[in-house]
Protein backbone atom coordinates (compact mmCIF):
# COMPACT_ATOMS: atom_id res chain seq x y z
CA UNK A 1 0.00 0.00 0.00
CA UNK A 2 1.80 3.24 -1.16
CA UNK A 3 -0.41 5.89 0.18
CA UNK A 4 0.25 9.13 -1.11
CA UNK A 5 3.29 9.46 -3.16
CA UNK A 6 5.18 12.89 -4.20
CA UNK A 7 7.53 13.11 -7.18
CA UNK A 8 10.19 14.69 -7.17
CA UNK A 9 12.25 14.54 -3.99
CA UNK A 10 14.37 16.82 -4.83
CA UNK A 11 14.45 19.70 -7.21
CA UNK A 12 16.58 22.96 -7.96
CA UNK A 13 14.72 25.54 -10.39
CA UNK A 14 16.00 28.96 -11.52
CA UNK A 15 14.11 32.22 -11.22
CA UNK A 16 11.75 32.51 -13.45
CA UNK A 17 11.12 28.53 -14.29
CA UNK A 18 8.38 26.16 -14.28
CA UNK A 19 7.33 23.25 -12.57
CA UNK A 20 4.83 20.39 -11.38
CA UNK A 21 4.74 18.72 -8.33
CA UNK A 22 2.84 15.46 -8.33
CA UNK A 23 0.61 13.67 -5.47
CA UNK A 24 -0.56 10.49 -6.06
CA UNK A 25 -3.00 8.75 -3.50
CA UNK A 26 -4.33 5.16 -3.21
CA UNK A 27 -6.28 5.68 -0.49
CA UNK A 28 -9.57 6.93 -1.53
CA UNK A 29 -9.12 10.72 -0.28
CA UNK A 30 -11.62 12.77 -0.80
CA UNK A 31 -9.85 15.82 0.42
CA UNK A 32 -6.04 16.33 -0.78
CA UNK A 33 -3.58 19.11 0.37
CA UNK A 34 -0.90 20.81 -0.52
CA UNK A 35 1.29 22.41 2.62
CA UNK A 36 4.86 24.36 2.47
CA UNK A 37 7.02 23.89 5.51
CA UNK A 38 9.52 26.76 6.55
CA UNK A 39 11.02 27.36 9.45
CA UNK A 40 9.66 29.29 11.72
CA UNK A 41 6.51 29.19 9.85
CA UNK A 42 5.41 25.99 10.55
CA UNK A 43 3.14 23.88 7.98
CA UNK A 44 1.15 26.36 5.50
CA UNK A 45 -1.90 25.40 3.54
CA UNK A 46 -1.25 26.53 -0.21
CA UNK A 47 -4.63 25.24 -1.89
CA UNK A 48 -6.60 22.44 -1.65
CA UNK A 49 -9.40 19.92 -2.79
CA UNK A 50 -12.66 18.51 -1.68
CA UNK A 51 -12.94 15.84 -4.74
CA UNK A 52 -12.00 15.67 -7.91
CA UNK A 53 -12.45 18.46 -10.48
CA UNK A 54 -12.52 20.97 -7.21
CA UNK A 55 -9.40 22.78 -5.85
CA UNK A 56 -9.33 26.04 -3.77
CA UNK A 57 -6.71 28.77 -2.36
CA UNK A 58 -6.08 27.98 0.80
CA UNK A 59 -3.39 30.32 2.94
CA UNK A 60 -0.14 30.99 0.98
CA UNK A 61 -2.09 30.60 -3.07
CA UNK A 62 -0.10 33.07 -4.73
CA UNK A 63 2.63 32.30 -7.57
CA UNK A 64 0.74 28.44 -7.19
CA UNK A 65 -1.60 26.67 -9.19
CA UNK A 66 -3.74 23.50 -8.51
CA UNK A 67 -5.66 20.61 -10.39
CA UNK A 68 -7.36 17.26 -9.69
CA UNK A 69 -8.26 15.76 -12.41
CA UNK A 70 -8.27 12.47 -11.44
CA UNK A 71 -9.52 11.57 -7.78
CA UNK A 72 -5.74 9.61 -7.11
CA UNK A 73 -3.77 12.71 -8.68
CA UNK A 74 -3.69 16.37 -6.96
CA UNK A 75 -0.98 18.58 -9.18
CA UNK A 76 0.94 21.48 -7.94
CA UNK A 77 2.52 23.77 -10.07
CA UNK A 78 4.85 27.16 -9.86
CA UNK A 79 4.43 28.93 -13.36
CA UNK A 80 7.98 31.52 -12.08
CA UNK A 81 9.21 30.08 -9.30
CA UNK A 82 10.88 32.72 -7.00
CA UNK A 83 13.39 32.42 -4.12
CA UNK A 84 11.01 33.14 -1.84
CA UNK A 85 9.39 29.56 -3.06
CA UNK A 86 12.26 27.61 -1.57
CA UNK A 87 10.75 25.75 0.55
CA UNK A 88 9.69 21.58 1.50
CA UNK A 89 5.96 20.95 0.21
CA UNK A 90 3.91 18.08 1.54
CA UNK A 91 1.41 17.00 0.24
CA UNK A 92 -1.81 15.35 1.92
CA UNK A 93 -4.65 13.37 2.14
CA UNK A 94 -8.03 12.68 4.00
CA UNK A 95 -10.81 10.82 3.49
CA UNK A 96 -13.27 13.37 5.53
CA UNK A 97 -12.18 16.63 7.62
CA UNK A 98 -12.78 14.13 10.49
CA UNK A 99 -10.32 11.34 9.80
CA UNK A 100 -6.73 11.17 10.19
CA UNK A 101 -4.33 13.16 7.74
CA UNK A 102 -2.35 10.98 5.73
CA UNK A 103 1.32 12.89 4.61
CA UNK A 104 4.01 12.38 1.52
CA UNK A 105 7.12 12.25 2.15
CA UNK A 106 7.73 15.90 0.52
CA UNK A 107 9.61 17.59 -2.13
CA UNK A 108 12.69 20.14 -1.03
CA UNK A 109 12.56 22.86 -3.97
CA UNK A 110 15.20 25.02 -4.07
CA UNK A 111 15.17 28.02 -6.19
CA UNK A 112 18.30 30.00 -7.26
CA UNK B 1 -6.95 33.16 14.05
CA UNK B 2 -6.51 29.92 15.63
CA UNK B 3 -3.24 29.80 17.51
CA UNK B 4 -1.27 26.42 18.21
CA UNK B 5 1.30 26.47 20.45
CA UNK B 6 3.73 24.07 21.45
CA UNK B 7 5.74 24.00 24.34
CA UNK B 8 8.74 23.17 25.02
CA UNK B 9 10.31 23.47 21.80
CA UNK B 10 12.60 21.12 22.04
CA UNK B 11 13.01 17.99 25.30
CA UNK B 12 15.57 15.51 25.66
CA UNK B 13 15.26 12.79 28.33
CA UNK B 14 17.30 9.51 28.87
CA UNK B 15 15.92 6.10 27.57
CA UNK B 16 13.05 4.71 29.66
CA UNK B 17 11.29 7.83 31.10
CA UNK B 18 8.13 9.14 31.12
CA UNK B 19 7.09 12.33 29.30
CA UNK B 20 4.59 14.74 28.50
CA UNK B 21 3.99 16.74 25.47
CA UNK B 22 1.87 19.78 25.54
CA UNK B 23 -0.45 21.51 22.64
CA UNK B 24 -2.33 24.38 23.19
CA UNK B 25 -4.99 26.26 21.12
CA UNK B 26 -6.99 29.47 21.50
CA UNK B 27 -10.05 28.14 19.50
CA UNK B 28 -11.97 25.63 21.55
CA UNK B 29 -14.58 25.10 18.88
CA UNK B 30 -12.67 22.14 16.66
CA UNK B 31 -13.69 19.24 15.09
CA UNK B 32 -10.90 17.22 16.23
CA UNK B 33 -7.07 17.58 17.46
CA UNK B 34 -4.49 15.30 15.99
CA UNK B 35 -0.92 13.96 16.93
CA UNK B 36 1.60 14.10 14.34
CA UNK B 37 5.35 12.59 14.07
CA UNK B 38 7.74 13.49 11.91
CA UNK B 39 11.28 12.38 11.44
CA UNK B 40 14.07 14.16 9.31
CA UNK B 41 13.67 14.34 6.01
CA UNK B 42 10.01 12.78 6.30
CA UNK B 43 6.57 13.72 5.87
CA UNK B 44 4.25 13.65 9.25
CA UNK B 45 2.82 10.25 10.40
CA UNK B 46 -0.82 10.35 11.91
CA UNK B 47 -0.36 9.21 15.82
CA UNK B 48 -3.36 10.03 17.74
CA UNK B 49 -6.69 11.63 16.25
CA UNK B 50 -9.28 12.53 19.09
CA UNK B 51 -12.44 13.80 17.94
CA UNK B 52 -13.64 17.20 20.15
CA UNK B 53 -16.40 14.65 21.94
CA UNK B 54 -13.89 12.33 23.38
CA UNK B 55 -11.23 12.89 26.22
CA UNK B 56 -8.26 10.82 25.36
CA UNK B 57 -6.87 8.02 22.54
CA UNK B 58 -4.62 5.51 23.44
CA UNK B 59 -1.83 3.77 20.70
CA UNK B 60 0.23 1.42 22.72
CA UNK B 61 2.67 3.63 24.46
CA UNK B 62 0.69 6.69 23.60
CA UNK B 63 -1.40 8.50 25.57
CA UNK B 64 -3.82 11.84 23.92
CA UNK B 65 -5.79 13.48 26.29
CA UNK B 66 -8.19 16.73 25.19
CA UNK B 67 -9.44 19.65 27.30
CA UNK B 68 -11.15 21.65 24.98
CA UNK B 69 -12.79 23.90 27.59
CA UNK B 70 -8.82 24.78 28.44
CA UNK B 71 -7.92 25.10 24.96
CA UNK B 72 -4.94 21.75 26.10
CA UNK B 73 -4.01 18.31 24.90
CA UNK B 74 -1.13 16.59 25.70
CA UNK B 75 0.81 13.69 24.85
CA UNK B 76 2.21 10.90 26.90
CA UNK B 77 4.78 8.81 25.86
CA UNK B 78 5.86 5.74 28.41
CA UNK B 79 8.31 4.03 28.62
CA UNK B 80 10.69 6.09 26.00
CA UNK B 81 13.04 4.66 23.51
CA UNK B 82 15.71 6.24 21.01
CA UNK B 83 13.23 5.26 18.36
CA UNK B 84 10.73 7.72 19.79
CA UNK B 85 13.68 10.82 18.80
CA UNK B 86 11.68 12.71 16.67
CA UNK B 87 9.73 15.91 16.04
CA UNK B 88 5.73 15.59 17.76
CA UNK B 89 3.53 18.29 16.47
CA UNK B 90 -0.35 18.65 16.88
CA UNK B 91 -2.50 20.12 14.96
CA UNK B 92 -6.08 21.07 15.57
CA UNK B 93 -9.11 20.90 13.07
CA UNK B 94 -11.94 23.51 12.47
CA UNK B 95 -13.14 22.34 9.22
CA UNK B 96 -11.81 20.84 6.47
CA UNK B 97 -9.80 23.45 4.64
CA UNK B 98 -8.80 24.96 8.50
CA UNK B 99 -6.09 22.88 10.10
CA UNK B 100 -3.62 24.69 12.17
CA UNK B 101 -0.24 22.98 13.25
CA UNK B 102 2.11 23.76 16.24
CA UNK B 103 5.91 24.44 15.73
CA UNK B 104 6.66 21.15 17.33
CA UNK B 105 8.43 19.62 19.96
CA UNK B 106 11.93 17.88 19.04
CA UNK B 107 12.35 15.00 21.85
CA UNK B 108 15.59 13.06 21.67
CA UNK B 109 15.68 10.12 23.45
CA UNK B 110 18.93 9.26 25.10
CA UNK B 111 20.28 5.42 25.18
Known amino acids: NAGVTQTPKFRVLKTGQSMTLLCAQD?????MYWYRQDPGMGLRLIHY???????AKGEVPDGYNVSRLKKQNFLLGLESAAPSQTSVYFCAGGESYNSPLHFGNGTRLTVT | KQEVTQIPAALSVPEGENLVLNCSFTDSAIYNLQWFRQDPGKGLTSLLLIQSSQREQTSGRLNASLDKSSGRSTLYIAASQPGDSATYLCAVSLGFNKFYFGSGTKLNVKP
Open chain 1, 49 to 55: SVGEGTT
Open chain 1, 27 to 31: MNHEY
